[in-house]
């Protein structure tokens, strides 16, 4: 392999290097851990950038109430099983601590707090990427920046007229701040639901809302079952849409404690209101709810606003996508994205974007060999600097 070192510079400020990753979550740090495996040494042939102050990626954000017994299908990280972790303790100790402890263990030398605030042609072939720590310039891109950083809030008629509080996921503080209250739960994912069930238990009274009516499915949610929602995301991906989230077309797996809520109606859903008002949300039909709170738990969209200037969205808005390869752009991979925004797909990911980066650097290394040979032969003793003039000219 021929390797440029991390330190060698192509202007002040920039850095050189193959291969750049764009955040440390799950899929991150499996893409890391994969050039790790074939070769690629870090601080040397790649970097990885991430945003938070420290390891665990979106999981350090979790709300407390969130235990490690609760986390919907967590895969472990290749290389690295997580084991013996208290199923009551809050996943964002037990999956921050995990994630310290692979980073350290395969020496992946994270470089955070680092925003990249924009990746751009390099003029070269290569890739600019930009960021609050400087500049960086390289072969191959691997985005894994997920979504948590671009939480979504549809809008509503009369949405800026309420006057009490409105909490997206991403900003949730647990069921304890809603009490005495009346909240209305928005959504239709696990998040709304694991919400709805704790609030309930401190709220004065709650109301679930919905887009679609909510699909319940029994039985664990195992490998085969997931490999289906993945499929059915990808060929979203493969046509060039906006990806849905893998668990958006799972169906919610029902435990006892989500029967024993529909029994007693606090899982009785209602469809999605047509506007808020100061007081609360209202329907066309003239039923209304009272609220004190509004909790968002619609879902986020990819965070990936510093790839704007590579154009790599397709008009039907998605990017559209071989693998975790961009069509448009084959330097650059998504993992954590469309089939990939689950945990086993971040891994798979990691490993299949790693491979086709690799030959990808090849494929470009030959072709720099090809064109160094042709200008060898070229070149003649009496007039090699004219011929190499034309030869660059055509």
């Known amino acids: 392999m021929d390797h440029v070192a ?62 490690y017994g609760r986390v919907h299908a967590m895969n472990a990280l290749p290389g690295m099983e997580l084991t013996g972790a208290d199923p009551d303790r809050p996943s964002s100790e037990v999956i921050g601590e995990y994630f310290t402890a692979y980073e350290r263990a395969f020496d992946l030398r994270v470089r955070r707090p680092v925003r990249v605030r924009a990746v751009r042609e390099a003029g070269d072939g290569r890739l600019r990427v930009e960021t609050d720590a ?58 709304a639901v694991q919400h709805l069930l704790e609030i309930s238990r401190f709220a004065s009274a709650t109301t679930w809302v919905t887009r679609r009516e909510p699909v319940f499915v029994e039985g664990p949610f195992d490998s085969e079952r997931g490999r289906a929602a993945v499929a059915l995301v990808e060929e979203r991906v493969r046509d060039g849409l906006p990806p849905q989230s893998v668990v958006s077309v799972t169906g919610l797996p029902m435990t006892e404690e989500m029967r024993r809520a529909r029994e007693s109606g606090v899982l009785r859903r209602l469809p999605m209101f047509d506007r808020i008002v100061p007081e609360g949300v209202v329907w066309d039909d003239g039923r209304s709810v009272a609220a004190d709170a509004l909790v968002w738990a619609t879902g986020f969209r990819a965070a990936i606003d510093h790839l704007a ?37 971040a ?10 980066i690799r030959a990808l650097l090849a494929r470009t290394r030959e072709g720099a060999r090809r064109d160094e040979q042709r200008v060898e032969r070229i070149i003649s003793p009496s007039h090699g600097s004219v011929a190499v003039r034309e030869t660059a000219a055509r």
């Open 6 to 67: 991390v330190g060698s510079g192509t202007g002040a400020g920039e850095v050189e290097t193959e291969v750049v990753v764009v955040g440390a979550g799950q899929a991150g740090l499996s893409s890391a851990y994969h050039l790790r495996r074939v070769g690629y040494v870090p601080d040397r042939d790649f970097v990885v950038l991430d945003r938070p102050p420290r390891p665990g990626g979106a999981w350090q954000f979790r709300w407390p109430t969130l235990t």
């Open 134 to 191: 400087g500049v960086w310039i390289t072969r191959a891109l691997i985005n894994a920046t997920g979504t948590w950083d671009r939480p979504f809030v549809p809008r509503v008629k009369g949405q800026e007229t309420f006057v009490g509080r409105q909490v997206h996921t991403s900003r949730y503080p647990g069921p304890e701040a809603f009490a005495g209250e009346r909240v209305v739960v928005v959504g239709g994912g696990t998040s």
């Open 309 to 345: 200037p590579l154009r790599l969205r397709e008009p039907g808005g998605g990017i559209r996508m071989e693998g975790t390869r961009v069509t448009r752009d084959p330097r650059v991979h998504l993992v954590g994205y469309g089939p990939s925004a689950s945990t086993i797909g």
């Open 347 to 356: 891994n798979r990911a990691g490993r299949a974007a790693v491979r086709d």
